[in-house]
């Protein structure tokens, strides 16, 4: 109805699923990243949680389209099924041939164990993605495990994915369902979108729909944000209804208003009155007074502690994302707090721990000492392990000797060494400024483990220590199941399980982009472009022109998968930090200090 009014070519807010529309957000891209190692790894179970409209059957359709070769899949949307029911719908999925009418749980699982057999003998291994997996009943979920018990004698012969709302959660931690909950190996919870990507989603809709100018004002924007919370859905329902409602007021500019307007009508609520405002304002000023009066009463010491928290509780909401790290710096120094003195008296704790033997004085080693192997850690694979809870704690007291500030100042210091750049900053200075004339930057980001192999280039950590003190580390190398950090001067190497109790998930890269935009959209023109398009040549080798396309189009988006692909980054056929980073260095691998190399490079070259 309204897009001819805004000259459309069709309606951009369609809850029918169209591979056109699809908008990655960083988080989707993460949880499509967590499925797509998953599924690259033997058996077991990988589970996708989110809230109801968050984009998990998107991603789910998204999963099985970029499956690795030779994968065969099987794909469930409704499990509301008997065990019976289930065992078919899995053959039928597969082509299993099995008896017409049986009712036989054992001739279903024969049949199933007999194509297994067959597809692990021709090199192909077979997924089983159940959607809604929140619906499954628990004997159903129970069968679902017993599959996994299928195996040679090397390894499984069925991995599963199971996607659900967050009621899955609470039916897996079930005493009768610890064992599957034991055997699953990745884990990953799809947040709503950002109010940033909010922005980004809906312009890329108009975007795919033939809508070049904006059409939103950004006061409306922001309300369609707060309305729905970020929900990929509920924007789409809003957004067509205002779409709808600026039509019927012959008005080519959704405002603020309209945005109100139609959250009414799709909630079915009236406004507020002014005698209801005037009740919840009164109400809203009693409260802060009663909780005035609480707080002049209270101790300094308490106050200063609710100050503090209350500093934190004040930060933006959004995920600072792709923010400069310098801002972000600046609001921090000054918070932080000295360590207490009483807690510097441990003995110097500089290890590179063993799980075959309880270290009694801990030692530094020298880089040429630290490559250690994944199997030298075998015995801190349990958090039960008592050399899994010395490394913990001796990577506590190493932290507590370091101030918060020299941590971070020794850390920056630490990948400006690893990038061979001639910069060293002091305490009072903000490390982020200091290669800015070398054409460095800084990304503030958060992941895990996963994200930083892709990257594969160093990064500063940052850890929670008890009373909410923060550290860092500089992140040189990442081995197998060991980290090795840089921590005031001194290299150590810990396993993964040990670092995660204390990372909280955030991380610092320092990296020299070749122009300001990190993001740049399908449709795009510019010389970004170009050079994207001229490093793309010289990687494929290919002749490189300099009058290469400035536009954005599917033929280098097609480019784009087949980069990400190779790099094993997420396929989304979108260039954006992650893609750029790996672009800029593909080509100087050899002055780019990479995790995966240390500590055989010797240093940065």
Not at 339 to 358: H, V
Request: hydrophobic residues 40%.
């Amino acid at each position: 109805m309204y897009t001819n009014f805004f000259k459309l070519t069709e309606s951009p807010f369609s809850l029918t699923p169209d591979p056109r529309y699809l908008y990655m957000s960083e988080r989707h891209r993460e949880g499509l990243a967590h499925l797509l190692y998953g599924v690259q790894q033997p058996g077991g179970f990988i589970q996708l949680t989110g809230e109801i409209g968050c984009g998990k059957t998107t991603l789910c359709r998204c999963l099985v389209g970029q499956m690795p070769p030779k994968t065969d899949i099987a794909l469930i949307l409704n499990p509301r099924l008997s065990v019976v029911e289930l065992l078919a719908v899995v053959c039928d999925e597969l082509r299993i041939p099995y008896p017409a009418g049986t009712e036989s749980i054992k001739q279903l699982i024969d049949a199933l164990n007999l194509y297994l057999l067959d597809s692990h003998a021709q090199g192909r291994r077979t997924v089983l993605v159940i959607d809604e997996a929140q619906n499954l009943n628990r004997d159903v979920l129970e069968q679902i495990r017993l599959l996994t018990n299928l195996e040679t004698e090397q390894e499984k012969l069925l991995q599963v994915i199971l996607i659900g709302q967050p009621e899955l959660l609470t039916i897996l931690k079930h005493p009768s369902l610890r064992q599957l909950a034991q055997r699953i190996t990745a884990r990953y919870h799809l947040l709503p979108l950002s109010r940033q990507e909010t922005f980004d989603y809906v312009r890329h809709r108009l975007f795919i729909a033939g809508l070049r100018n904006p059409v939103f004002s950004p006061n409306a924007m922001r309300k369609v944000y707060r309305l729905t919370g970020g929900i990929p859905r509920l924007i789409n329902i809003l957004c067509d209804r205002a779409l709808l409602g600026a039509y019927t007021l012959n008005k080519r500019r959704i405002t603020k208003a309209i945005v109100l307007r139609a959250g009414r009508e799709i909630r079915e609520t009236v406004p507020v009155s002014r005698k209801r405002r005037l009740v919840y304002a009164t109400g809203i000023i009693a409260l802060l007074i009663l909780l005035a009066t609480v707080v002049l009463l209270l101790r300094p010491a308490i106050i200063s502690s609710i100050g503090n928290r209350i500093s934190v509780l004040a930060m933006p909401d959004d995920d600072p994302g792709l923010e400069n790290i310098e801002n972000v710096l600046d609001r921090k120094v000054s918070e932080f707090k000295i360590p207490d003195p009483e807690r510097n008296k441990s003995p110097n704790p500089t290890i590179a721990l063993s799980g075959n033997s309880r270290p009694a004085e801990p030692v530094a080693r020298k880089d040429s000492e630290l490559h250690a192997g994944k199997n030298d850690f075998d015995a801190l694979e349990t958090e039960s392990s008592g050399e899994g809870f010395l490394a913990e704690v001796q990577l506590e007291e190493i932290f507590y000797n370091l101030s918060p500030h020299i941590s971070l100042v020794s850390s920056f210091n630490s990948l400006y060494s690893r990038w061979n750049l001639p910069v060293r900053i002091q305490p009072y200075e903000i490390g982020c400024n200091a290669a800015q004339s070398y054409g460095f930057k800084c990304l503030f980001l958060t992941g895990d483990w996963l994200k930083i192999r892709r990257l594969d280039i160093p990064v500063i950590l940052s850890f929670k220590l008890e009373q909410e003190d923060t550290r860092y580390a500089a992140l040189i190398g990442l081995n197998g199941n060991v980290a090795t950090l840089e921590i005031g001067n001194k290299t150590y190497a810990f396993p993964l399980q040990v670092v995660d109790r204390l990372w909280n998930g955030a991380f610092i890269l320092i990296w020299k982009p070749p122009f300001d935009a990190i993001r740049l959209p399908l449709g795009m023109r510019g010389e970004e472009i170009s050079w994207v398009r001229q490093t793309l040549d010289a990687y494929e080798s290919r002749s490189v022109s300099p009058y290469s396309s400035d536009l954005f189009d599917d033929d280098l988006k097609q480019r784009i998968l087949s980069f990400q692909k190779t790099h094993r980054l997420v396929q989304d056929g979108r260039i954006g930090p992650e893609t750029l980073i790996r672009l800029s260095i593909t080509l100087d691998t050899a002055h780019v200090p990479m995790l995966s190399r240390y500590p055989h490079e010797g240093g940065a070259s």
